[in-house]
């Protein structure tokens, strides 16, 4: 059963740093994107940042150069490095997982693993509260 924990959401001021975390667990498959995405009450979700096994990386415009993914393979773990925080950032911080089992082949992850891609499993959330 896949799971996945994030944390590291807390309340922080404008200009602020944090750094969510996402552990990952109960998949084999080595290819997969995994996913940042926010939501805040009485808005869509919001794809912020994207990851695949070969570390091709998509950002959001909103978040471009603020914010930073990363993954620790050995840990199977992702990051969230969120820089120059600003209270638009302020929401509902999840952690999602897709794109199993794919033939790179046929679904290069530069095309299918970015901020706009469907995710199969959600962790429950880590709220980030930015203050001005």
């Known amino acids: 059963q896949v799971r996945l924990v994030e944390s590291g959401g807390e309340s922080v001021q404008s200009g602020g740093s944090l750094r969510l975390s996402c552990a990952a667990s109960g998949y084999s498959f080595t290819t997969y994107c995994m996913a940042w995405f926010r939501q805040t009450p009485g808005k869509e979700r919001e794809g912020v940042a994207t990851?695949?096994?070969?570390?091709?990386?998509n950002y959001a415009g909103s978040v471009q150069g603020r914010f930073t993914i990363t993954q620790d393979n050995a840990k199977n773990t992702i990051y969230l490095q969120m820089n120059d925080l600003e209270p638009e950032d302020t929401a509902r911080y999840y952690c999602?997982?897709?794109?199993?089992?794919?033939?790179?082949?046929?679904?290069?992850?530069?095309?299918?693993?970015?901020?706009?891609?469907?995710?199969?499993?959600w962790g429950r959330g880590t709220l980030v509260t930015v203050s001005s």
């Open positions: 999602a997982l897709g794109g199993l089992g794919l033939n790179r082949a046929y679904y290069p992850g530069t095309q299918y693993c970015t901020v706009g891609a469907a995710m199969d499993y």
């Open positions: 990851i695949d096994e070969n570390g091709n990386i």
